[in-house]
Structures are given as C-alpha cells and as structure tokens.
C-alpha cells in the first residue's frame, strides 16, 4: 500500500487535489482512501474531494487537477490570464481574484467559492467571443487553459466598466505591442459583442500598435449606433462610441 500511495504522491503536484472518481479509475478502492485518510496521507476537503496532508492546493492548480480529472472545462480569462502571461501593471490590493469563464453546464464547483484558497474566483459564463485563442499553458507542475493575451484583452473590455476600469484596460493594451494580427482578426470577425469590436479597435489605434496596420477593417462587422461605456463621457466619432474623459485624454 505504501509503494503505491508514495508513486501517486510523486505524481501529484502539492497544489493540487484528488477527485474520488479519477482515484477508483486510477486503481484505488473506497476502502483504500478511507485508509489512506486514517493514515492521514489524505485529507478530505469537499465531497469526493482530497489533497495529501500538508499540501496547499491553489485555486488554479485545483482547477488544473479538475480538467485533467473529471475534463471540467474553463478557461482563466481577462486579466487574470494577461497576469499569467507575465502583462500587469499594478498590484491588487488584499486577495486577488481570478476570473474563469466557464459553461453554464457543468459551472465550476460550488465548494471553491467558500474555500480559504489563495485567490477568490469570479465565475463568469459568456459565447460573445467565440472559442478562439484559446491556449494551454504550464503553471507550476500543471497544465492551465488560458485565453491567449488577444483574446484576454477583449475579455477585459467586455467585462468594462463593471469589473475593470477602462483606463486599467487601455494600460493593458499599450502593452500588448506583438499581438498576432491573424488571430486579432479571426476574433474580431467572429465576436458578436460590437461595444467590444470598437473598444478594441479604438484602443489599439490609440496606442498605434503595429500589427494593428494588418488588420482587414472591411471583414469586420462594427453594426450602427453608438455604444456608451460611460455616462456624461466623450463621443469617438470614428467608432461611434462614449468614452470616460480620462481615457479619452489619455496621450
């Protein structure tokens, strides 16, 4: 019993967890994890939940541990996902959040909102993008699934003024001067929000991005209308769109 709870512990990265399901298709009976939790190698923490005692399971590496388990699908988004990409530009104050987009069937489990993890998690569920740019990425022994930074980017101005600060957004973009403009676009063609089409697309000729002169304007619907994203704020008459003054006298 030892030889096989030391191989499984060898296999599992300290900030993750252990599913009843994948353990019993791993080989494990019910009775073995009940006596791996009167050895204390195993901790219950939820419903069909375990990690090994002493661990500190983080919520990405439990989200990581739930896709390769249970295929739990999600993806960390916005500026979450621009963080892990190694784009920021301040600290948050107290825990930060991470936000998942995430279908509404199955939503994430519902323990991970009441845990004591190490980031509190905003569950988001949206389609106005589409299932591009969506990318893996290695954190910490684990394997995440992340918006690549164009499409994080859009994310961010969707889920403006509401969570993110317009202004915050536009620092973000200033610093996302190697974007792939083929991906760029195939986004921008198949996202059915026009608010995000023209925030965009605003914010990246502002801040006069090169691979912004590749884009194909012409394929991309913009629809009719103004959009606001702030009250009292400035008409961008070449988007047709309100903005905040301090973003629009942002240089």
């Known amino acids: 019993m030892g030889t096989k709870i ?16 994948w353990l019993e298709k791993s080989g494990f009976s ?3 994890i009940s006596q791996y939790m ?3 190698w195993l901790q219950r923490i939820s419903t069909g939940v375990y990690q ?54 199955p939503p994430l489990p ?11 998690l905003a569950e988001v569920s949206s389609k106005v993008i589409g299932d591009t740019g969506i990318e893996q990425m290695d954190y910490l022994g684990q394997t995440l699934t992340v918006s690549s930074p164009e499409r994080a980017i859009m994310e961010c101005i969707l889920l403006s003024p509401s969570r993110y600060d317009l202004t915050d957004v536009y620092y973000l973009m200033e610093m996302l001067t ?26 990246a000729e502002k801040a006069r991005h090169r691979w912004f ?24 008459n070449a988007y047709d769109i309100v903005i905040p ?7």
């Open 30 to 32: 019910r009775s073995e």
């Open 52 to 105: 090994f005692t002493g661990d500190t399971p983080s919520l990405y590496g439990i989200l990581a541990s739930y896709q390769k388990q249970a295929d739990l699908k999600y993806h960390i988004g916005a500026a979450s996902a621009l963080e892990l990409k190694g784009f920021s530009h301040y600290i948050a104050m107290g825990k930060p959040t991470a936000v998942v987009f995430s279908p509404i069937r």
């Open 38 to 40: 009167k050895s204390e």
């Open 6 to 21: 030391n191989k499984l512990r060898q296999q599992t990265p300290p900030n993750g967890i252990l599913l009843t399901s």
């Open 110 to 120: 519902k323990w991970l909102n009441d845990a004591e993890l190490d980031m509190n």
């Open 213 to 236: 002169a590749r884009l194909d304007l012409s394929r991309i619907s913009l629809g009719s209308g103004t959009r606001s994203f702030a009250k009292g704020g400035v008409k961008v």
């Open 178 to 203: 190697s974007l792939r403009a083929s991906l760029v676009q195939q986004l921008l063609e198949g996202s059915s929000s026009v608010k995000v089409k023209r925030m965009f697309l605003y914010m």
């Open 245 to 251: 003054k301090e973003l629009a006298d942002k240089k």
